[in-house]
Each structure stands twice: as structure tokens, then as C-alpha cells.
């Protein structure tokens, strides 16, 4: 039965802003503060997808979280109406009113782990949601994430969704973003390569580790995963910026491209030979002498989608990388001369601009969430939530009608941005036949 690697994409949400909340990641700090564009952020998110699926890929994408989280300030003590909490938010709380509209839930690879049945002892498809405990901004996104992945994926004869990992910083868990799937071909039983940042003796010196070798071990349990081995990041890549592996580097197939300082030496060496052991284990290490990781992390080298090609050769693959990787000339020369080496398998670039997201740290890999499925699979996915040229024209002009072309984070004080976004999203939830999937739609206030 044929395969796919199906992207969703996490849709960005009308609240898009620069309010500078995650530590570590070096993009979100050094725009904080700025004027963000939504509008534009969400049309960049949705033309990527279009690109894709016009390349030949099956693309499918997810909700965005409602935002603002109102509910979280509810349980943070404030009562009243909508209007009522977001004044007293914004005169005695800004912070938490910053923290409740984040759109963060638009990079998708923080939005669960993946196990396709191929490597499940059960044969089903296992999602985990992310608790990422490790801000407070995004911590908040588990709950909703849950009952969007609920919604797109609902036969539970082919899929099965587990509830976030317990709320504790010995769990803290950051998704597919330190999670890559490793297999000669998509229809052949491959290797979960889950990387850790820290363990309960590990430490960084400038940033957090935001992964934690419990919470991978967890994760991998519960989705009852066949074959699993567990990668340490390496201290140098988090303090230089990598907050999260796929910063560093990226896989598909046998494929591993990565940089020289994204993984413990040590560990390093006994994984990769572990796998040469089972599969035909393909790394690509990219030196530091050739992009030093300071022009990988600016870039987003690494946060590329490493795909194979549409029929599923791995020996025909793309890079689709941002923008920011053309326009850096040490990176732009790695990658040309990278693909004229015939030597591997990545035989294009394509470059996509999604400087919105950039902007706050996230690039083309973190916008998508992979999912391996087979043709019954794909079937049983909410067929709503694949991308067709109609979907995705819808799509374009719902945001036309009710995004801000600018939103400065002093703007999330106005009560009338919450009635925009709560409207944009009904009128989503109403297109897709989903009403009800989130809170504001059911509560009663």
C-alpha cells in the first residue's frame, strides 16, 4: 500500500505579534516589541502550502488556537466580561495579556509528536501534544491542541491521540521539533530519532533545554513505538540559539542533514553507527568551517523541509529553505554547491518567503507538523483539512477579510481585537464544520 508524508501546516492566527516571549530563541527577542504584520504573515503561511502541493506533496493544515486565551486569565483570577478582563489585564497585568494572545500555535512541529502505524505496536497513528512547559505562552496550547488533532484526525480505527505528557519540568516535552522519523523508504518500519536537550543532570550555561530525555523516553512508550534511540543536542548548538533540534537539523528517509555541533560528539558517534546497523543511514554533516552555526541559526539552514520527492524517492529530494538562506552568501553558496554533489540525494532548493514567521523564529519546518499515512489513512484524515487550489483560495480570502494589515503589541490592549479574532474564527470553524472546537464557542461566559 503507497505512503505519504503529508505536511499540515499550522493556519496563523489574526493575533500575530512580536511581544518577544521565548528565551533562547534569538529571532523572537530581537523583534520584540515591533509592528507585526498578520495579515501578510498568514497569506506568506498559506502560499507555502499552495507551493507545496503545487510541487506535487499532499498538504493538509490545522487550526490555529483561539487566541485571546481568556480562559487562562479566568483561572489567573480575572472575572467580567471579555472587556472587562482584557482592561484590567492590559492596567494591572500586561505581561499575561501578551502571554494569552500569542499565535505560537501556527508553528506546528511544537504541536505533537508523531508515531505513523508502520512503527506502532498497535497499528494505529499516535499523536502526543506538546506540553511545552518551558513558557508560559506556549504552555497554554496543549488543551486546544488536543481537540484540534481530535478533530482532524478522528477515527480512532486509524488514529489514536494521547492526552499532553504530566506537567512537570522533568517532562517538558517540545514536540516534533525534537522528533524526526528515519526509514529507507515511507512504507518500510523505520527508527524514531528523538532528541533530548537535558536530563535531570544536564545543564546549559546562556539558555534553556527545553527537551528532556524523560519526556522523550514517555512519549515513545505511549505511542508503543517499536524502534526509538534517544540523541543528546549539543550544550554549544542551545547556548548558540537552537532552541530546538530542528534549528539545527533536519530528516526524512535515511536522510540526516545536520550541522557538526548539533549533537552531543560523544553520543553521537555510537547513534549514528546504530543506525548504519539497521537501516542505509544517510548523514549529511555540514561543517562550521563551511556555515558557521551562528549563519545556520540566523539563516534557518536547518529549519528547512527536507522532502522526498512526490512519488516518495528518497534519492530525489528537495530542500524547501526561507529566504533568509538565499540571502545569506555563505549559506548560498553551501547549498548550490550542495546540489551539484551527486553524490547525495538533495537535488533542489526552493526558496519560500515566510519572513513573518521568521521574524519570530520560526521558518518553513516549524510551520508544518509531518504525518505519515497510508491511502486508507489519508482517506480517514477530516477530508476539510486537506489543501485543495479552492481550499487554499478560500483560505486566502477569509484572511483578507478579517486580519489587521499591522498589529503593535500595545494594540492587544483593545477589546475590539478580541471580538476580530474570536469572529474570524467562527467564521473558519463554520467553513470547516468544526464549530465548537474551541472554548469561546461553548463556554458559557
Known amino acids: 500500500m503507497k505512503h505519504y508524508e503529508v505536511n499540515f501546516d499550522g493556519l496563523i492566527g489574526p493575533s500575530h505579534n512580536y511581544s518577544g516571549l521565548a528565551v533562547g530563541n534569538l529571532a523572537s527577542s530581537r523583534n520584540a516589541r515591533l509592528t507585526s504584520h498578520p495579515k501578510e504573515a498568514a497569506l506568506q503561511g498559506i502560499n507555502k502550502m499552495r507551493t507545496l502541493m503545487?510541487?506535487?506533496?499532499?498538504?493538509?493544515?490545522?487550526?490555529?488556537?483561539?487566541?485571546?486565551?481568556?480562559?487562562?486569565?479566568?483561572?489567573?483570577?480575572?472575572?467580567?466580561?471579555?472587556?472587562?478582563?482584557?482592561?484590567?489585564?492590559?492596567?494591572?497585568?500586561?505581561?499575561?495579556?501578551?502571554?494569552?494572545?500569542?499565535?505560537?500555535?501556527?508553528?506546528a512541529a511544537n504541536a505533537a509528536t508523531v508515531t505513523p502505524s508502520l512503527d506502532a505496536n498497535d497499528g494505529r497513528v499516535h499523536f502526543t501534544p506538546a506540553n511545552l512547559l518551558t513558557t508560559a505562552h506556549r504552555a497554554i496550547e496543549h488543551p486546544q491542541t488536543f481537540a484540534i488533532l481530535n478533530t482532524v484526525f478522528a477515527d480512532e480505527a486509524f488514529f489514536k491521540v494521547h492526552p499532553a505528557l504530566t506537567a512537570h519540568s522533568n517532562f517538558a516535552d517540545e514536540g516534533a521539533a525534537n522528533h524526526t522519523r528515519l526509514s529507507n523508504q515511507y512504507d518500510h518500519a523505520g527508527v524514531g530519532l528523538f532528541v533530548y536537550g537535558r536530563t535531570e543532570e544536564s545543564t546549559t550555561q546562556r539558555f534553556p533545554a527545553r527537551q528532556t530525555l524523560a519526556a522523550s523516553r514517555a512519549v515513545a512508550r505511549g505511542h508503543g513505538t517499536n524502534d526509538a534511540i534517544f540523541l543528546k543536542q549539543s550544550a554549544r548548538a542551545i547556548d548558540s540559539g537552537a532552541f530546538h533540534n530542528d534549528v539545527v537539523a533536519v530528516g526524512n528517509g535515511p536522510v540526516l542533514f545536520f550541522h557538526e555541533f548539533a549533537f552531543d560528539a560523544e553520543e553521537q558517534n555510537a547513534i549514528f553507527a546504530e543506525l548504519?546497523?539497521?537501516?542505509?543511514?544517510?548523514?549529511?554533516?555540514?561543517?562550521?568551517?563551511?556555515?558557521?552555526?551562528?549563519?545556520?541559526?540566523?539563516?534557518?539552514?536547518?529549519?528547512?523541509?527536507?522532502?522526498?520527492?512526490?512519488?516518495?524517492?528518497?534519492?530525489?529530494?528537495?530542500?524547501?529553505?526561507?529566504?533568509?538562506?538565499?540571502?545569506?552568501?555563505?549559506?548560498?553558496?553551501?547549498?548550490?554547491?550542495?546540489?551539484?554533489?551527486?553524490t547525495q540525494p538533495i537535488r533542489q532548493v526552493v526558496y519560500v518567503d515566510v519572513r513573518q514567521s521568521m521574524s519570530n523564529g520560526g521558518g518553513p519546518a516549524c510551520l508544518r507538523l509531518r504525518v505519515i499515512l497510508n491511502e486508507r489513512e489519508l482517506s480517514a484524515v477530516s477530508q476539510q483539512f486537506l489543501l485543495t487550489e479552492e481550499r487554499a483560495d478560500w483560505l486566502e480570502s477569509w484572511v483578507m477579510r478579517n486580519y489587521r494589515d499591522d498589529l503593535n503589541p500595545s494594540d492587544l490592549a483593545d477589546p475590539q481585537l478580541a471580538v476580530e479574532c474570536y469572529r474570524a474564527l467562527d467564521e473558519l470553524t463554520h467553513e470547516l464544520s468544526c464549530y465548537g472546537v474551541y472554548p469561546h464557542q461553548t463556554d458559557a461566559i
Open 276 to 342: 548504519r546497523s539497521r537501516m542505509d543511514f544517510n548523514p549529511i554533516c555540514v561543517s562550521n568551517s563551511d556555515v558557521p552555526i551562528e549563519d545556520a541559526i540566523t539563516s534557518y539552514l536547518f529549519n528547512s523541509q527536507l522532502l522526498a520527492a512526490p512519488d516518495g524517492d528518497v534519492n530525489n529530494m528537495t530542500l524547501i529553505a526561507p529566504t533568509e538562506s538565499r540571502d545569506n552568501p555563505r549559506v548560498k553558496a553551501y547549498l548550490d554547491a550542495l546540489t551539484q554533489d551527486t
Open 54 to 107: 503545487r510541487l506535487g506533496y499532499q498538504q493538509g493544515f490545522l487550526l490555529p488556537n483561539a487566541r485571546p486565551d481568556l480562559g487562562t486569565l479566568r483561572n489567573l483570577g480575572f472575572s467580567g466580561s471579555n472587556e472587562r478582563i482584557i482592561n484590567e489585564a492590559a492596567s494591572k497585568a500586561p505581561e499575561l495579556l501578551t502571554m494569552v494572545y500569542s499565535a505560537s500555535s501556527m508553528w
